[in-house]
Every structure is written in structure tokens, then in C-alpha cells.
């Protein structure tokens, strides 16, 4: 009787949680992957946005490469948007792999864009890992791009912006936690890299600069360049030192940079501003002596400094901070009206650049 | 046997996050959550030495057995009823907030009270076991888990987009006025000792000093680690936004050469059995002090009704619960424990002595 | 004894023992003596009687002196009880009726003594042979690997038909006296009809009869026998098997091979880290299967994730029933090849495993990815080393892709937890079975 009464409990359990089941449940096969995610302002009305998801086909076929279907749809919303699009297709739309979000550049430079920012954050689907980039011409352009070596869709795009594939100093990908937190922390403020769109390829090079609100600035490659050195983000790069007649090509391999706010009392606030570059003698365009290596280490210090100087008054004119000398600022003070006292010392601050260059290697040749 | 006395202090340490105790800490990170946490550790400390070396004046004994040397049945029985009303909401507020996380993160179209009964199913398996065997499956767990956590921790440090000059700034608040709200959630991570209670039974010899400078240490590295890592990740002005924000943590962290690349996953993972470990310890004393109340022999159908009555309450909790109101209980349930913990170390250290005299 | 009393016994015995073809009932005669033989040839050993008593029995001609000889043969033994003669000349003993004297005379037929090949648990150096299926043969085998005076051996039948043969050995000296008073009282407990090998005690030991996990360790290996007395462990041979069973056993007794022993260190570390890793494949891999491709898809790389779908796509069925599929498939292969001869079994595997998986992906029954989870289930179930072990492994998969496929993820890690939580539950004669540090067994006396 004992054994019997266990057996009716137990099917009645199995039998509730059958009945509560079939929820959440669908196979991988009947999920449409987002790959990336386009936004870009509708042409017709400014308010409006285009709103474009990049599927991935899947095929059983190894042969051939994985096919891809890009969706558009306008609304005034995000959720308006992937609501409607969720209608054209079949599958079950899956966010959980969208590693790539794509803005158009007159969406960044519009104010008045943070609910999208934050959708982005908001959903628990989308990876707080996936990176965001300013599409150019247009986001949907940026999308449409297939290169020839690509075999899954957008991986080309993940490769790039990511540290897996290519490494280059020109560009610094960013990822959607970090851009949220350089959009709300006072201090510092988000960079996004940009992404041109050309036939059968991407070319990232150049970086918009963002307040707290919208874009302001891009900056071009060389100027990418530096801000990645002074983020300490990239090491590996070329510079191009020009002394006399005399072209040379520094191959870094360390970059090093070290900032301080000096706030001497009495006396004018400055931030100092110390660079270090290792790197190897690549190209040159005459033939260099050793002993003449110091000198062009000297005219590559100043180089460099200039280059550092200008590209820091740049940005501070346009009243941005992207380095986050703001947050160090607050960071090292106690007083709780230190970002008050920032904003009033920040455009007036002056930079000294020290910087230190070594050539270590003059490759294989003398 | 002393590892046992640690893990029981660990565990409550890896548990806080879902308890919310990093929200609560943030939250008031301009107003006197640093000064709080420097606080909460020597008080931690202090509770921590004052309830072991008490309780190894009875070595190998739980409070039931304790009590029972008692002549008046009566006091020790309505010491006993508050003390677990104590131990299970403990446990019911990990329950149900991870619960919360998991539809949240992992199951998104699941019902809850789905997963309520996968949950209730390993516990009323888990609490009914022997209190050594509890130990071991606990053992085993934090053995299987803490390596992994820890990999994840130092992922965390090791990250380039940790901000520590986010993590100064927050510091830098350090002489704001301490707010109860964070010395109590901050001692949380401390009270895991209280578990002694019971599980004095499986601890064997005397507690040595090295274990509490062990406690110290891990305490304040992981007090460390809950408050300003998700700083560090979110920003000071940031992080306060996140409802659970080490969860959005473990999802900012990328392991790029790994078959899963998103550490919330393996984060999660993880987590299920930490917290499921933890609502069994805690759920585990209510149950065997509710066996000390009943007194004489407990048969199965007394305890069957104790664990339906657990069950019932975790669905109503579960159904009428959300995050938010949760959380806001939360805070209020870690004040009135942090008073409750030092009113049952008192009467116990007192007692004890003048039992001891 | 009175010569009327012993021909009551001897006509007792005639009737209780029905006429069979192989009772033999024998009077031998010479001019000054003459004695009455009552055995069943089939169970033993002519040649024995031949030796001990036909052969003496014409070469000594005085009566008296033939009485000593027999009191001082070592396989003697006098009559007690009738029951207790009947149950002897049943299992083979010869009864001798001579002058007013009953003996009984130990004529038992040992056959199937030959020691056999270890075949279950097979290790690659050390000893390769086994136990018998004789059970003097096989305490003879103990006793030759452990030469202690402190060896203890105790009998005892179980079965209420069978009335097999328990020896009960271990060593004095460090086996737990609390624990073997616990395996007595289990064994005096027992109640069946038919016991012949000690696997049986593998259910019995639950009260509803009805165990998932193993806790006794059944072997053939006599080398692992001796390094289980050794340390401390109980041991149970059972008449004609050539089984030993090892109690208290616990989770990492089965873990271990005792290949273990006869290699260096890093390696039987890296082989015990391998198996552990095996079990855990074997255990979770199928439920992991459905909880990712159903549930959570994010959880691969997008890489990954999009290869699955792929695979995926021409499969016409969820993915529980894929994996059913071909986890039943794989189960019939594996009880296929131990019923097929040992000739074909290669064949067969081949045939099922190869051609059968690369046609079911071809027809697009099952996913590529499908196939190789299910291979490397099934190897990673045979690397734990102990077969009962590895069985219950083979049913322990089921239960978390049950679970799996109701709750995901969460079900996934749940089914591990649970069956842990089971195993740390369980107590092999107060053994506790599952522990990250085993205690060693207390060696109070």
C-alpha cells in the first residue's frame, strides 16, 4: 500500500511539472542568431529611427559560407522596431549573439539618443560585451559589407573590433558596458571607433569623440593614434619621424604613458604628461649611422610631444575627456565639490608633455 | 577539523552577492558605505571570536543538545522559535532572489514556480541529511566552485577596463557619516560563524587563532571585491543604476579563448550551487532547531509538516515577492539580523561564562 | 553408541535421502570386518573415497586397527546430528557406518578450482590473473598474498535453498570491529532463496531491494582483494563465484583501478584526474546538449553557436528526442557487443557505430555534433574502471537530461547536484560514500 501511495505522489508530480513545462523551450534551429544591430536615422522624418538587424542563415552545408539577411524596419522606438520585425520572420529572434551595434553617425551627432543607449543596457539578452562602433556612410551600409574572407556573417566585423584578428593602433574598440559607463560617469567620456563602410571591406581608423549626450569631434588616424596611446591601449604602431632631409619609421613595441594633475597652490593647475616609446628602427629613407641615433630619438621626442600636445588641446577646447583626467582629478581629491572645481579648472588647464624615446633595435641591418 | 569553521564563514562571503548586499553598499557609496564596511570588519572579527570560543566550551554539541542541559525547558524554547524564524528567512531571501536571477538571466520564459520546485526538490533532500553529511556535500561544493570563482575574481582584477580611478573616487568618500544600512549589510558577509549553532556538531577540537586571521583576510578581500569591482566596471556614478550589479559584472568580463566566452554563464553556474549550498545551511539549522523545540522523537510526519510549511512560504514569497520590494526588505531583514546576532552572541557569552564559573 | 540406535539412524537417513540414480549405497565385506558407504556420486569424488577408505580398507585386516585409522584421518569427522549428516552428504560427504560408529567422511568434489583470467577488470601490468570459482581455491589465493597470522576467516550460509557458502575475511589488526558486526548482522539478515554470487548482495542491501548506486565493491582481482584487507576493508567470497565482494566500499574505491598502484605517480594522478573528467562527460554532456541548443543558445561562442544550428537544421525532431535517439542506439550497441560472440563483436561495433552514425547524419536524422557527443559519451563511460560503477553511470545521464530538458541550464546543474547530494547521502556500513577527504577507517579495537 506504502509503495503504491509513493508511486500516485510521484506521477502526480511528474505529471504537474509536465504540464507546467513547455516553456522557454526552442531548439537552436528554430532561433534567427542576430548578428549585429544597425541603427540609423530615418531619412524622412529626423525622430524616427531605421532600425536594422543582421541575421545569420544557417545551412548544413560546410562548403559553403554561412549566408546572412539583413531586416530594416522604422519606428519611433527600439522596441517598436524589433516588435514589427519580429513579424517578417519565422524564427524565434535571438539576440543573445548581437556582438556588433552599429550607430549612424547622424544619429550619434543628434542629441537626445540615450533611450537607445540604454535599451541596449537594459535588455538581460544582449551582451554587455558586444561592441559599439559609428557606422559611416550609414549603419545599414556598415552591415550590408561581406568581405571575401568571411565565412560566418559580421565575423569579419567581431575580428576587426575585437583583439583576436588584426591588431592596430587606429582602432580602439569599445564595448557596450564600458561605453555605458563612460556615458554617466562624471569624469570621463565615451569614444566610439568609426566604421567606413567600402566595397568588400571595412576601414576603421578614425574614432568620434562623444559628451555626455552626443558626438562632437572624430578625430582622424594619426590623432586615433595617440588617443590610443595616451588610453595605454594599443602598444604596437609605426611613426613616422621626419628630421632634415631624413624620413624615419619608429615599429613600437612599448608605449607607456603616465599622466598627474599638478595643482600647485597659488599657482595655475597643469597636468603632466609623460610619454615613453621603445621600438625598433623600421624604414628609413637614407642611411642612419649609429651615432646619429640619439638625434633622431631626440627629433622623435619632440615629435611625438607635439603631436601629443596639440591632440590634448584639441579635446579640451571641445570640452571633452575621453582620458578621464576628470575622474582622476575627482579620484585624488576628498572634497565632495571636487567635479565642480574640475569643470572650472578643466578649460583653462595647461599640459606639459615630456616624452622619452629609445630606439633599442635597428632590425637586421646596421 | 577547523576547515569546517572556515567554510561555513566562506560561504556566507560568496553569497552576498545575491543577497544583495554589493546593491545595498553601493548604494550608499557616497554616504558612508566605505566608512561602514571599515566598520562592519572589526565588529565581523569581533562577533566571529566571541561566538567560536564560546560555543567550543561545549565542543561537538548543537544548541538543542545545549539547551537540553538546561532545567527550564521553557527558556530554551522560546530561544529557540526566534532563532529560526532567523535561519529560514535567511535562506528564503536567497531563494527567492536567485530565483529572481535566474528568470532574469538564464530562463527567461520560465515560470518561477518552476524553478521553485527543482529548488525545493535538492533542498528537502539536502536538509534532511545527517548535519556531518550536509558538511561534506558543502565541502565537496566549495571544492568544485571556489577555484572557478576565483579564476573569475582575478579575470575581474586583471581586466583593462577596470577603472580604478572610479574605485578611489568612491574611496575618497571614506569620511562620509557610516550608514547603518551598509554596516549591516557589510557584517553580513561576516555571519556565516552563526551557522555554529548547529554545526558545532561536526567541529572537532579547539579553533586555533590562524583561522580567524584567515577570516580577517578573506573578509576584507572579499569585502573589497563585492563594494568596488562593480564600481570599477560601472563607474561610482554608474554602478548604482545595476539591480544586481556583480550579475552585469560577470557579464562585462570576456574570456576570449574559451568555448564559453561569457563569464555570466559560468558565473551563474557556479552561483547555483553556492546558493543552493547556502539556503540548505541556513534552511538546515531552522529545520534541526525546529526538531530541538519539539523535543522526544521527531517522526516523519512532524517533519513533513515543517518542510510543507517551508514550502508553502517559499511559493508565497516566490509569487508576491519581486525584486524590487525584495530588495527593500532585504535591507530592513540585514539590520534587525545584525541586531539579533549580537543579542544571541551576548546571551550566549554571558551565559556561558556564568555557566562556566 | 547402541547398534539398534545406529540402525535407526542409518534407515532414518535411507528414507529422508529419495532413491536417485546417483545415491550410492555400498557395503563392502571382508572375512573380519565389514562397513556401509552412503554418498552421492555426483557431488563427490570418487577418487577420494577410492584413497581414503577402500583401498585401507582390504590392506588392514584387524578390525580395531581400521577403526583408528579412520578416527585419525584428517577428513573426518564424527556424527552429530541427522540433520546436520544429511545436509553434508548432500553437499558430497561420504557417510560411513562401521561397527556402532558413524563418521562422516569429507569426499567433497572440488571442481572449477582452476584460477581464471581477470577478463571485467582487465589492467595492462601487474597480476592478470583472478580469483576461481572455488572457494577453498580462493581463501588459499588470499592467504598466499597475505601472509598474517592476524587473517581472519569466518563462515556463514546465506539462502534458504541455495545455503551457499560465506567466508567473511579480514585482517584483526586494522579492520573495524563496529563494521563487521554490521555486516554480520546484514548477512544474517538476508532473506532469499537463490544466493550464488556476492552482486546479489548489490540490491539487497536496500530495503525496497531496488539500488541505483553501487556501495560494495565486487571484484575478481585477488591483488586488489589483498590491498582492500589491508586497508582495513571486509571481504566476502562466496562459494562458486569467483567474485569477491569489498565492504565498506565508497565512490573513490571505484575510482580507482589498481593499475593505479603499478604506475609512477604523475601518471596514476593524471589517469585518476582523466577518469574523474570521464565521469563528469559521461554524466552531464547529453543534458548539457539539450539545455544549450533548447535554452540557451548564448552560451557557445556565435562561432560555435552558428555551426550547431547549421548542423541542426535538416534534424526534424527537438533535440531531447535526438539525443534519446542516439543515446538508445549507442545503449544497444553496448548490450549488443557483451552478448555477441567475441569474434563478432568487433564487427558489430563497427557495423553500429561508423556506418550507422555516418548515415544517420547523411539522412539527416541526427546533427553532426549530435554524434560526436554521443561517441564521446560512450567512451567516457567505460573509463571508470569498476563495471557496476560505469552502469550506473550509464542510467545516472538519463536523470540529468531528464531534468535537462524540463529546466535547462538550471536542470542541468541541478541533476549533478542532486546526484551528488544522493551519493554524499548514501553509507556503505556506516561509511559515509561520499567525501572530498576520506577518513581513514578508525583502527580502535
Request: with cysteine; proline share 4%; charged share 20%.
Amino acid at each position: 500500500m506504502n509503495f503504491l501511495n509513493k508511486w500516485k505522489y510521484l506521477m502526480i508530480v511528474v505529471m504537474s511539472v509536465l504540464l507546467l513545462t513547455s516553456c522557454g523551450f526552442k531548439d537552436i534551429d528554430k532561433r534567427y542568431f542576430v548578428v549585429s544591430i544597425g541603427v540609423d536615422l530615418d531619412k524622412t522624418n529626423s525622430k524616427r529611427y531605421l532600425v536594422s538587424l543582421k541575421f545569420a542563415v544557417s545551412n548544413a552545408s560546410k562548403e559553403t559560407p554561412t549566408e546572412f539577411q539583413i531586416i530594416s524596419e522604422k519606428a519611433n522606438s527600439m522596441s517598436e522596431a524589433v516588435r514589427m520585425i519580429k513579424t517578417k520572420v519565422d524564427k524565434e529572434i535571438d539576440f543573445s549573439h548581437a556582438k556588433a551595434i552599429v550607430l549612424s553617425e547622424e544619429l550619434v551627432r543628434e542629441k537626445g539618443n540615450a533611450g537607445i543607449y540604454y535599451w541596449f543596457a537594459r535588455r538581460r539578452d544582449i551582451q554587455k560585451i558586444s561592441w559599439v562602433a559609428i557606422g559611416r556612410p550609414s549603419a545599414l551600409k556598415v552591415l550590408k559589407v561581406k568581405p571575401k574572407s568571411e565565412r560566418i556573417p559580421s565575423n569579419a566585423l567581431f575580428l576587426s573590433l575585437g583583439k583576436d584578428g588584426s591588431e592596430s593602433p587606429y582602432v580602439m574598440s569599445e564595448f557596450l558596458f564600458d561605453m555605458k559607463y563612460r556615458l554617466i560617469e562624471r569624469g570621463i567620456d565615451p569614444v566610439l571607433p568609426i566604421i567606413d563602410a567600402k566595397k568588400g571591406f571595412f576601414e576603421i581608423n578614425k574614432v568620434g569623440l562623444f559628451n555626455k549626450s552626443h558626438m562632437i569631434l572624430t578625430l582622424p588616424p594619426e590623432e586615433t593614434k595617440i588617443l590610443n596611446f595616451l588610453r595605454r591601449r594599443e602598444e604596437k604602431s609605426s611613426n613616422k619621424i621626419t628630421r632634415g632631409k631624413t624620413t624615419i619609421v619608429i615599429d613600437t613595441h612599448k608605449v607607456n604613458t603616465k599622466y598627474k594633475i599638478v595643482t600647485p597652490k597659488g599657482k595655475a593647475p597643469f597636468i603632466k604628461v609623460n610619454v615613453s616609446v621603445e621600438g625598433n628602427l623600421e624604414e628609413t629613407t637614407k642611411r642612419v649611422p649609429k651615432e646619429k641615433l640619439s638625434d633622431f630619438e631626440r627629433a622623435a621626442e619632440k615629435s611625438i610631444s607635439k603631436e601629443v600636445k596639440n591632440i590634448l588641446v584639441k579635446i579640451q577646447k571641445a570640452n571633452l575627456d575621453p582620458i578621464g583626467f576628470g575622474l582622476r582629478y575627482r579620484s585624488r581629491h576628498f572634497n565632495n565639490d571636487d567635479w565642480e572645481q574640475w569643470k572650472q579648472i578643466y578649460p583653462t588647464i595647461a599640459f606639459k608633455v615630456q616624452t622619452k624615446v629609445q630606439i633599442e633595435d635597428t632590425g637586421l641591418i646596421e | 577539523m577547523n576547515r569546517y569553521f572556515l567554510y561555513l564563514v566562506l560561504l556566507n562571503m560568496l553569497i552576498n552577492v545575491i543577497i544583495f548586499v554589493p546593491k545595498i553598499l553601493i548604494e550608499y557609496r557616497y554616504d558612508g558605505a566605505v566608512m561602514g564596511v571599515l566598520i562592519a570588519i572589526p565588529i565581523g572579527i569581533a562577533l566571529n571570536y566571541l561566538f567560536s570560543t564560546t560555543l567550543t566550551k561545549f565542543p561537538q554539541q548543537g544548541l538543542p543538545e545545549i539547551i537540553s542541559l538546561l532545567k527550564h525547558h521553557w527558556f530554551g524554547v522560546v530561544h529557540l522559535v526566534g532563532i529560526q524564524l532567523v535561519w529560514f528567512t535567511a535562506g528564503l531571501i536567497t531563494l527567492i532572489s536567485f530565483i529572481d536571477i535566474l528568470t532574469r538571466f538564464i530562463n527567461p520564459e520560465m515560470p518561477k514556480l518552476l524553478l521553485l520546485t527543482i529548488f525545493l526538490a535538492a533542498l528537502f533532500l539536502i536538509i534532511q541529511m545527517p548535519t556531518d553529511r550536509v558538511m561534506y556535500l558543502l565541502e565537496i561544493i566549495l571544492f568544485l566552485n571556489t577555484p572557478l570563482i576565483a579564476f573569475i575574481i582575478f579575470k575581474a582584477f586583471s581586466n583593462e577596463y577596470l577603472s580604478w580611478d572610479s574605485m578611489l573616487e568612491v574611496g575618497t568618500h571614506i569620511w562620509a557619516w557610516p550608514s547603518l544600512k551598509a554596516i549591516a549589510a557589510a557584517t553580513y558577509c561576516f555571519s556565516g560563524y552563526t551557522n555554529l549553532i548547529i554545526f558545532n556538531r561536526v567541529i572537532k577540537g579547539k579553533l586555533k587563532l590562524w583561522n580567524f586571521f584567515i577570516i580577517t583576510v578573506l573578509g576584507v578581500f572579499n569585502l573589497f571585491t563585492t563594494f568596488f569591482i562593480p564600481i570599477g566596471f560601472h563607474g561610482s556614478d554608474g554602478a548604482q543604476e545595476l539591480l544586481y550589479p556583480w550579475i552585469t559584472t560577470a557579464d562585462s568580463l570576456r574570456l576570449v579563448y574559451s568555448p564559453i566566452e561569457r563569464v555570466i554563464f559560468l558565473f551563474l553556474m557556479f552561483y547555483m550551487s553556492i546558493s543552493l549550498m547556502s539556503i540548505s545551511i541556513h534552511w538546515h539549522v531552522a529545520l534541526e532547531l525546529l526538531k530541538g523545540t519539539f523535543r522526544g522523537k521527531v517522526n516523519m510526519k512532524k517533519n513533513w509538516i515543517v518542510l510543507s510549511f517551508f514550502g508553502v512560504f517559499s511559493v508565497i514569497g516566490v509569487i508576491y515577492l519581486n525584486a524590487l520590494l525584495l530588495n527593500k526588505i532585504t535591507v530592513y531583514w540585514l539590520i534587525g539580523r545584525l541586531g539579533f546576532e549580537l543579542l544571541v552572541v551576548c546571551i550566549f557569552f554571558f551565559w556561558a561564562r556564568r555557566r562556566a564559573a | 553408541m547402541p547398534s539398534n540406535k545406529v540402525q535407526i539412524i542409518k534407515e532414518s537417513l535411507r528414507n529422508k535421502i529419495l532413491p536417485s540414480e546417483d545415491v550410492v549405497y555400498k557395503e563392502l565385506h571382508t572375512k573380519e570386518k565389514y562397513i556401509e558407504i552412503l554418498y552421492i556420486k555426483t557431488v563427490s569424488d570418487g577418487m577420494v573415497i577410492k584413497d581414503n577408505l577402500i583401498i585401507p580398507f582390504f590392506e588392514i585386516a584387524n578390525p580395531d586397527q581400521f577403526l583408528d585409522y579412520l578416527q585419525s584421518l584428517p577428513t573426518i569427522k564424527m556424527f552429530e546430528k541427522e540433520d546436520g549428516a544429511l545436509d553434508e552428504l548432500i553437499r558430497g560427504d561420504a557417510i560411513l557406518f562401521y561397527q556402532d560408529h558413524i563418521f562422516l567422511l569429507d569426499s567433497k568434489v572440488d571442481r572449477n578450482n582452476s584460477v581464471l583470467d581477470t577478463t571485467v577488470e582487465t589492467t595492462i601490468q601487474g597480476p592478470q590473473s583472478g580469483f576461481s570459482e572455488s572457494l577453498p581455491t580462493n581463501i588459499g589465493l588470499i592467504r598466499q598474498r597475505y601472509p598474517q597470522n592476524t587473517l581472519e576467516v569466518e563462515s556463514t550460509t546465506v539462502g534458504t535453498i541455495s545455503k551457499t557458502k560465506v567466508m567473511i575475511i579480514h585482517d584483526r589488526k586494522v579492520a573495524d570491529i563496529q563494521t563487521l558486526h554490521k555486516i554480520k548482522q546484514f548477512l544474517s539478515s538476508i532473506d532469499i532463496e537463490m544466493f550464488q554470487t556476492g552482486e546479489q548482495l548489490l540490491d539487497i542491501i536496500k530495503k525496497s531491494n531496488r539500488a541505483l548506486i553501487p556501495v560494495m565493491l565486487v571484484t575478481e582481482r585477488p591483488d586488489r582483494v589483498v590491498v582492500n584487507i589491508a586497508a582495513g576493508k571486509i571481504i566476502l567470497l562466496v562459494s562458486g563465484s569467483p567474485f569477491a565482494v569489498v565492504l565498506p566500499t565508497v565512490m573513490k574505491d571505484f575510482m580507482s583501478s589498481m593499475e593505479d598502484i603499478y604506475q609512477t605517480y604523475w601518471v596514476a594522478k593524471f589517469l585518476l584526474v582523466l577518469r574523474y573528467i570521464g565521469f563528469m562527460t559521461s554524466l552531464v554532456l547529453p543534458g548539457l546538449y539539450v539545455a544549450v541548443t533548447s535554452y540557451n543558445p548564448e552560451l557557445f561562442r556565435v562561432q560555435l553557436a552558428l555551426n550547431i544550428a547549421g548542423s541542426r537544421t535538416s534534424v526534424p525532431y527537438p533535440s531531447f528526442i535526438e539525443v534519446l535517439l542516439m543515446l538508445f542506439m549507442m545503449e544497444m550497441l553496448t548490450e549488443a557487443s557483451i552478448r555477441l560472440p567475441k569474434a563478432i563483436g568487433p564487427t558489430a561495433t563497427t557495423v553500429g557505430g561508423l556506418i550507422l552514425g555516418q548515415a544517420a547524419t547523411e539522412a539527416g536524422l541526427v546533427s553532426n555534433i549530435m554524434i560526436i557527443i554521443t561517441s564521446s559519451v560512450a567512451i567516457s563511460n567505460f573509463v571508470v574502471p569498476i563495471n557496476a560503477f560505469s552502469f550506473t553511470l550509464r542510467i545516472m545521464k538519463y536523470f540529468v537530461l531528464v531534468l535537462g530538458t524540463i529546466f535547462g541550464l538550471v536542470g542541468v546543474v541541478f541533476g549533478f547536484l542532486l546526484l551528488v547530494a544522493y551519493m554524499v547521502k548514501l553509507d556503505s556500513f556506516g561509511q559515509p560514500f561520499l567525501t572530498l577527504i576520506q577518513s581513514k577507517p578508525s583502527k580502535k579495537l
